[in-house]
């Protein structure tokens, strides 16, 4: 294996910033929080970290509505703050990988202040999307397109006449009005910005929106205007994946490249990418574009071992063709957690949906290529669903009205210690409450009792990356699918490795002879426990 390109077979760490853990006691979590718990994500395993965007912003989707690309919110600290995290994660051997937002801003951009205050047509307009309403005096948005989070996709201004006037596009809420990608500025500024955290020394950028960037250049009515806020999903054809963002990410491939020429180091750069197939999919991780792009369709697979096996099947056909490897994920700040999308609700998290977490984390552990955890999953930590609507801070509420699919759920603060809220998040008075309201049952997961419970998904995780780091047939390569009864999927890594996965609730033989390695439950030799998973090495 070429250990060079180190980003191939990669496990990185999402770190939620503003909920991972608060150094000032103000109940938010922070850059120096992050720096704290770093030797706890040495210890667990990880070979880097993907911070969420900490950027000064007014926070309409906490730090997704970015005000300033080249400077950090004062409620999360400050560049030499984060310079001390870069320099601490890489004595550690963690890399560290930012999240940039390239298809929209703030409203509160300096830019977009200049586009309100100036005149329909003048160059600080034509950096976003403005436009004439529809009707007799313009008062329909220029065309039917809904936002993702609910809503038209379209807010009029008021002009400096005080008269009402152009429309401008926003894809997701009024505060996020989406870059015009198609005036040569924007590419520009964009540069500058990666330059900006490339000289600082970060290993890389998460993409946000990906397929974004670029709109159908006639703007045209959607043939299905509601796809977008139904699905929320980037499914407009004419608003996402226009084959025009293709050209940004083969130059900001070079960009990386010119940096990794000059010390050796190399830069990744991982694209949040909804596209409709695997086949679409792959054109983001050609070779001269995105290293990576977030494989979905294992995250949104049913519990079923055929439906596991077909999205495996079509990502290592048409992904892994490509020459990159598959990037697999099954959870994000954007997802109900894991344990309960597979089973219970809180807190009965130790029940079935916590035991097919466990085996789906095997799974993709198990899996040729790279993996994304999100932080509090290696703590089988389940959605918390009964969140007061008083304390919801997720746009999408907002703009609906509804709960429906909302994600504070998954943000809620982590448990690190004790048995009552903060659970050690936050280093404040006593009393203290972090952004979100943590549950009584956030004591059964805290991390100081997972890391001595050697039974516990911590473990499991722990174990399985120091398994996956010490074993030549994981990682990079392929796999080979072996034949097994109704309701069971096994491959095998190379000669001698195999992985088995229960989907049944019941325990059923073991597909292949030999010892257990690693198992998400009890696993005598010979049985397979029911929604479960487990490695075996080859006896013979």
């Known amino acids: ?117 100036a005149a329909p047509g003048s160059p600080e307009r034509a950096r976003f999307h403005f436009a004439d309403g529809r009707g007799p005096d313009g008062g329909e948005p220029p065309n039917n397109w809904h936002a993702m989070f609910g809503g038209p996709a379209w807010t009029r201004v008021t002009e400096a006449d005080g008269r009402p006037g152009q429309w ?61 806020a139904r699905t929320r999903d980037s499914v407009n054809p004419l608003a996402w994946n ?16 010119e940096y990794t020429a000059r010390d050796g180091r190399e830069r990744l750069l991982v694209g949040e990418v909804s596209v409709p197939s695997a086949r679409e999919h792959a054109k983001y991780v050609r070779p001269d574009e995105l290293h990576q792009a977030f494989f979905f369709d294992l995250l949104g697979a049913p519990w079923d071992a055929d439906a596991f096996r077909k999205v495996i099947s079509e990502a290592m056909q048409d992904i892994a063709g490509t020459g990159s490897t598959v990037t697999w994920v099954l959870n994000n700040h954007d997802q109900v957690r894991t344990v309960t999308r597979y089973g219970e609700p809180a807190p009965e998290g130790s029940g079935l949906g916590a035991a ?69 998040f936050t280093s404040g008075d006593e009393g203290a409450k972090p952004w979100l309201p943590q549950p009584d049952y956030f004591a059964e997961y805290a991390t100081h009792r997972a890391l001595a419970d050697t039974r516990s998904s911590w473990h499991l995780y722990r174990d399985g990356l120091q398994l996956r780091s010490a074993l030549h047939q994981l990682g990079e390569g392929t796999l080979r699918w072996l034949d097994t009864q109704p309701g069971v999927l096994a491959f095998a890594r190379g000669d001698d490795l195999v992985c088995a996965v229960n989907f049944t609730a019941a325990p059923v033989p073991a597909p292949v002879p030999g010892t257990p390695l690693l198992a998400s439950g009890p696993c005598p030799p010979g049985e397979l426990p029911g929604s479960t998973a487990a490695w075996w090495i080859d006896g013979s």
């Not at 955290?197 to 998460?206: I, K």
């Not at 226009?242 to 490249?257: G, I, L, S, T």
């Open 168 to 228: 401008y596009l926003h894809m997701f809420t009024p505060e996020q009005p989406d870059w015009n990608w198609r005036t040569p500025e924007v590419a520009g500024e964009f540069d500058r910005v990666l330059r900006f955290w490339l000289d600082r020394g970060v290993d890389g950028f998460r993409i946000d929106v990906a397929a974004g960037l670029f709109k159908h250049p006639g703007l045209p009515d959607s043939p299905d205007p509601e796809a977008d």
């Open 356 to 424: 097919r977490a466990r085996a789906a984390a095997l799974l993709m552990l198990a899996l040729p290529g790279a993996a994304y955890i999100y932080q509090g999953e290696e703590l089988g930590l389940p959605e918390v669903v009964d969140l007061p609507d008083d304390v919801l801070t997720d746009p999408i509420f907002r703009r609906t009205g509804s709960r429906a699919r909302i994600r504070d759920g998954c943000r809620v603060p982590l448990p690190w210690s004790g048995q009552a809220s903060p659970f050690g």
């Open 1 to 117: 294996m070429n250990r060079h390109h180190w980003w191939r077979d990669a496990v990185i760490y999402q770190v939620y910033v503003r909920s991972f853990l608060d150094s000032t006691g103000d109940g938010i979590g922070d850059l120096a929080g992050v720096r704290a718990g770093l030797p706890y994500l040495r210890k667990l395993g990880v070979d880097g970290i993907w911070l969420s965007p900490f950027y000064p912003s007014p926070q309409h989707d906490h730090g997704y509505d970015v005000a300033d690309y080249r400077d950090v919110d004062p409620v999360y600290g400050d560049l030499d703050e984060f310079d001390r995290l870069v320099a601490s994660a890489h004595r550690l051997g963690i890399r560290v990988l930012l999240d940039i937002v390239p298809n929209h801003c703030s409203s509160e951009h300096p830019w977009f202040r200049e586009a309100l205050a």
């Open 242 to 257: 226009q084959p025009e963002v293709h050209d940004v990410w083969r130059h900001w491939r070079a960009v990386c490249e």
